[in-house]
Each structure stands twice: as C-alpha cells, then as structure tokens.
C-alpha cells in the first residue's frame, strides 16, 4: 500500500488512475495549485477549488483511489494582488471541508512582497483551522527561500510537526529535518528529485519525517514515482519498514493530523462500482464493460 | 400561512429524529449553530458549520421508526426521508434556519452553498430540495442538479425525491427520465413517474430502445413503463420484439407495459403470456421487482 501524498489529478488521465491502482496506490492527496497559466477571475478559482472536492473526488473512487486534497491559493498567482484578495476571501468556504488535509501548497515562487503576503495570511488561516500546511519551495534561490518558509512559519506560531516542507533536494534536506519539519521530495524527472538520488536520501538521513511524493500534473511527469521509487528502494536494501513509513506512514501521520484523512477510509472502502457512473459525459463511455470490483480477490478485473 | 407551519415544523421533526442518535455535543452544537444562522447577517456561520456538519454527524442512516415516517409523511406528502442520513438530516437543519422572508437575498446565500458545495454537501443540498421555502424558484437548481455527472447528485434529486415530480416542466421532466435510462438509476424510485408519463417522452425513450438494439446493446427493462400507455399501431411491433427477448426481465416488462395500455393487440399480448400474467396478480412480478433485479450493463 502507498501513499501519493502530493499528485495533481485533475491533470492526469484515467489510464493513469488504473495504473497507480494496480501500482499499489490507496490514497492520494491532490494540492491545489496553479493550472499552468495564470487564472484572472476569482470564479475560476471557486470553481477549481469546487472540482477537487467534488468531481476529482468521485472520479477517483470509480478506481478505487480515495481523494483528499489541500486548499490554498499558489504562490505564482500571489502575485496578482487584486485577484489574491478575493481569493483569500474563498478559501474559508472551502477549509472546513471533508477531505480537506491541509492548506496549500502555499510559501513562495519569486519571493516577492505580495507572495509573502499571503503566505502569512495563510499560515494564519491554517493556524484559525487548525490545518497542517503543505509548503512549495522555490525552483530558484531554493536553499535561500526554504529557510525563510520555516523561518516565517515559526514566527507565526506553527508547529514544526504541523508544516510539510515539499520538493526539497539534497541541499535542503539537512537543514529541514534538524528543524523538526517534514521533509517530503517530489520524485519529477528533469527539474526535482529521481529515484535513485531518493534511495540515497534515505540511506543516509533514515526514513524519519521523510515523505515521498510526485507532484505528477501537466508537465513531463511519473504518477508512479511513489511505487518506482519503493521498488527501488527495495531492490538498494532499504529496510522494507522505512519504504512504509516514507512512502505511507508519514504522509498518513502528518496530513492525519486534520482529523480528515483516515486509514480506515481506503481499508473499509466500498468496492469500486463503475455502474455508479456511465454518463455519455463521464468516464466510461457506451459500449465498455464497467470494472466492478469483487472484494473477495485483489485482482481488479479489466 | 400554510408555508410557515411547516417550515418551522419539520426542522423540529429533523431535530427530534437526530436526538435518538446523535451524541448529545453533536447536538448542541447544531442547535446553537442553527440559533446563529436564524439571526446572523453575514453567512459566515452558515458557510463553516454547513461544512463542519461532516465532523459531527456520520453518514449512517436515519433508522426511522413507522410513527415517525408517517409523521414525516404528514409534513411533506412523499418526502422520504427513510433514504436520508444523519448528516443530510443536520445540514438540511442548518440551511432551513436560514431567514427567507427576502427571497432574493435567500436564493442568492443558497445558490452560494451549491456553487462552492463538495460532494456529500450537494447530496444533502438535492436531497433537501423538496423542503425548502420558495418551492417555486428552485426548478432550475433541480435541473442543474439533473445535468451532474456525480451520480450522487444526479440520483439527490432525482431519486426519493418528490421536488422534481411536483415542480419541473415536461422538458425538464423528460430530461430527468432520459438521464437516468442513460446513467441505469432504478427508474422505480423516480416519485410520481406515472402520473408524469407522456406521450413525448414514450417517442423518445422507444427512440433511445431502437438505438441501442440497433448497436446489439440490452435496453434497460423499466424503460418499457414510460412506453406502456402509449402503445399504438405503429409502435405495438417493438413490445413484440421486447417479449421476444431472452431475458426473463424483459418479456415480465413487455406484459406489465402492455397491462397499461387500452390497445386491443396489448390485451391479447398478455393473453400469450398467462404465467407471467399470474405472477403479476400474486404481486411476485412488479416494476420495482423487475427495477430491483436488474443489474446494469448486461
């Protein structure tokens, strides 16, 4: 069983679906983020924010996947400050939800004025909630804009154990973990983490707060890094308890913490049922034999 | 005012229901959010506890005794609240405390509530529908509701639910039908689908059988019930064709449909088929047996 504690769904096929399932996958988190182009109506986000706990959440369970996600507003689009303000205005709507694991991803991109601003309004947002946060750190001047997202969040009263600190890399990890953050690494070809380098953080750092995830949405990118990656691990002897607890435990520690993401949700699960769906508009089109799960084996017939 | 009895009565049967089993903190904080709603001039509290409802009440039945489901009755002919769960009952609670003496102002915090509604939210928002005040302003919400591909929310309104039955035009009615022939719901817990049947709607769905037949795929059984007063000279070939099919569910929907027709050839149709006919007489063979027994997609 594996965790995808950071995957950008509402990107991704239902090839891709069926594929983590057979992988192992149980549950997955799906953060909101920006959308590859900047949005310019406060609508856009409503409606973004409506589908990830809505229609993303019901096409993942026709294959078996349960759907959480996190709420928040990019720090990309922080810079369009009109538009953050209504933004900010949303997102209480949408924090108290079921399913909803932690604000994010948040922190900063450029590391601008107006990114900064709202990353603060947020850490207080999550603080009011009683949230964890999902923190993206920068792709340029990373090392710089890390620490200053752990710096910000202590001094808004947030909790190390409360705080994920994504997509970090070997310069970056030392100085989360000895902070007490978590450590989560995107496994993304070409501009993160691989496999390989992954296998060789954990041996050297152990599988303490560390999470594994691949932030997988519209760009060139691995739905199955998480499973990849756990093989591989294994395959390098790593200890098949420290594969658990990157690649599920402690995504399933941390995010618990919201009291809105359960084991027992993927354990007592209702079988998959495609019948539930097969609107001309929904993901099985006319004609296809829909999967519907029998509970008594663990091969999910095609 | 027939309308304000019963807005404030059924909230108070909601209330009651929950108390035999909620935990008491459950329903405190209900009650006192509620009390807040009733009052408050920004939805701020509607908005949060609509949402939090989630974190106090769970998604088990309602588990009503038969005293209770014919008061319920009592309070809103066809209401059915026998296929509701707790957290639908505690959310409709909230939103009906929620001031409606300006309908516009009332409409737009509800219509708020949808647009920004997750999954389970727009299920006990659809479910409700047939409970709220300004019953007339809310047809196109219903058929909004009907063009969801969450069938949660598809089957909210229209299934056990008497709202779409009592307040839809034929179009939107059909539409209703229609989509739930093409998603397989059990037509036989639609509410009121017989006394909405039309002639229209028989030309569609026997449009919709043809189409299927022609791409060698099975037509849903219940179909034939929307078809069956309408039967005609040019049509009465199809019933023929249906209760020349194998499946024992077909031919029982082809004696039922020609049962509720007046066309002579109907008549003697059923007279071909004496077994089934019986089975009809005992109650063993229904449209709810047919629609319980039917399984999609074979």
């Not at chain 2, 839809?168 to 719901?185: C, P, S």
């Not at chain 2, 049509?235 to 027709?261: F, H, R, T, W």
Request: hydrophobic content about 40%; proline content about 4%.
């Amino acid at each position: 069983m594996y965790i995808d504690p950071h995957i950008h769904m509402t990107s991704r096929t239902t090839d891709d679906y069926e594929a983590m399932k057979k992988a192992g996958i149980v549950a997955i988190i799906e953060p909101a983020f920006w959308l590859g182009q900047p949005r310019t109506q406060v609508g856009s986000f409503q409606d973004y924010f409506s589908s990830l706990v809505g229609w993303e959440r019901f096409r993942a369970k026709q294959f078996g996947i349960v759907h959480y996600c996190t709420i928040g507003l990019n720090s990309k689009e922080a810079n369009n400050v009109a538009l953050s303000e209504q933004v900010m205005d949303l997102l209480p709507l949408y924090v108290g939800k079921e399913g909803v694991v932690a604000i994010g991803e948040i922190g900063y991109d450029d590391q601008t004025e107006a990114e900064d601003r709202f990353f603060r309004a947020q850490l207080e947002l999550a603080k009011e909630v009683n949230l964890p946060v999902m923190i993206h750190t920068p792709h340029r001047d990373k090392k710089k804009g890390t620490s200053k997202s752990m710096d910000v969040s202590l001094e808004h009263g947030l909790e190390p154990h409360q705080v994920v600190i994504d997509h970090n890399n070997e310069e970056t990890v030392k100085e989360v973990l000895d902070r007490g953050f978590w450590a989560a690494f995107t496994i993304y070809p070409h501009s993160k983490m691989g496999s390989e380098r992954m296998v060789e953080v954990v041996k050297k750092y152990g599988p303490e707060r560390i999470i594994v995830d691949s932030s997988a949405d519209w760009g060139v990118s691995d739905p199955l890094s998480v499973p990849k990656t756990a093989n591989l691990m294994r395959e390098r002897g790593v200890p098949e308890e420290h594969i658990h607890l990157t690649c599920y435990q402690n995504a399933l520690t941390v995010y618990g913490q919201s009291g809105q993401f359960k084991e027992e949700d993927w354990l007592n699960r209702s079988a998959i049922d495609q019948t539930e769906l097969s609107d001309g508009n929904s993901v099985l089109r006319g004609g296809q034999t829909p999967v519907v799960e029998d509970k008594s084996s663990n091969i999910v017939k095609n | 005012m027939e309308n304000r009895d019963e807005n404030s009565l059924i909230p108070q049967f909601l209330l009651e229901v929950l108390q035999k089993l909620a935990d008491v903190s459950s329903l405190d904080w209900l009650a006192a959010r509620a009390k807040k709603i009733a009052v408050e001039e920004k939805k701020t509290t509607l908005f949060l506890s609509f949402s939090q409802a989630s974190r106090f009440f769970t998604k088990d039945g309602l588990s009503l005794e038969d005293s209770q489901l014919k008061r319920a009755k009592a309070l809103k002919a066809d209401w059915r609240p026998e296929t509701w769960n707790q957290l639908n009952a505690a959310r409709a609670y909230l939103v009906l405390h929620l001031p409606h003496a300006d309908s516009t102002k009332w409409l737009k915090t509800l219509d708020q509530l949808f647009e920004t509604g997750d999954m389970n939210e727009l299920e006990s928002l659809y479910k409700t529908l047939c409970l709220y005040p300004h019953q007339e302003l809310l047809a196109p919400r219903a058929a909004e509701g009907l063009r969801s591909n969450m069938t949660i929310v598809f089957d909210a309104v229209a299934l056990n639910n008497p709202y779409p039955a009592a307040h839809l035009n034929e179009t939107a009615w059909n539409q209703l039908v229609l989509k739930a022939i093409f998603l397989q719901r059990p037509l036989y817990q639609i509410i009121g689908l017989d006394e909405r049947a039309n002639a229209h709607l028989a030309d569609t769905l026997l449009d919709a059988a043809n189409e299927r037949w022609s791409a060698h795929r099975s037509v849903m059984p219940e179909l034939w019930r929307l078809v069956g007063p309408f039967i005609h000279d040019e049509n009465i070939q199809m019933i023929k064709k249906l209760l020349s099919q194998d499946n024992p569910l077909e031919v029982q929907a082809g004696v039922l449909a020609c049962l509720s027709s007046s066309h002579p050839e109907a008549q003697q149709l059923v007279n071909e088929h004496v077994s089934i006919k019986e089975e009809i007489d005992r109650g063993n063979v229904s449209w709810e047996s047919i629609g319980r027994q039917y399984v999609p997609f074979q």
